[in-house]
C-alpha cells in the first residue's frame, strides 16, 4: 500500500477538483473462461468482466458517500 498510496491519493485529489477522471479509466474487458474441459459452443463459457482498481475504488467510496447523503 505504501508504493500506491501517493498516486491514489493524487488521483481522488485530482477527481475531486476537477470532477472528470482520465479516459479510458472505466475501461473494462470481457474474457471468456470456460465451464467444461473442452468447449464447443458459446454456452460452454463463462464471461467476466475485468475492470480497473481504481474505478472500482472511486465508484465504491462515492457509493458511501451518497448512502450517507441518501439516509
Known amino acids: 500500500w505504501d ?7 493524487r488521483f481522488f485529489d485530482e477527481f475531486y477538483v476537477n470532477g472528470v477522471f482520465p479516459r479510458g479509466l472505466n475501461a473494462s474487458f470481457i474474457a471468456l473462461i470456460p465451464k467444461v474441459m473442452d468447449p464447443q459452443v ?4 463463462r464471461p467476466i468482466s475485468l475492470i480497473g482498481c481504481t474505478y472500482k475504488i472511486l465508484a465504491k467510496v462515492l457509493t458511501n458517500r451518497m448512502k450517507k447523503v441518501m439516509h
Do not use: C, E
Open 3 to 9: 508504493v500506491i498510496k501517493p498516486n491514489f491519493l
Open 42 to 45: 458459446l454456452n460452454d463459457y
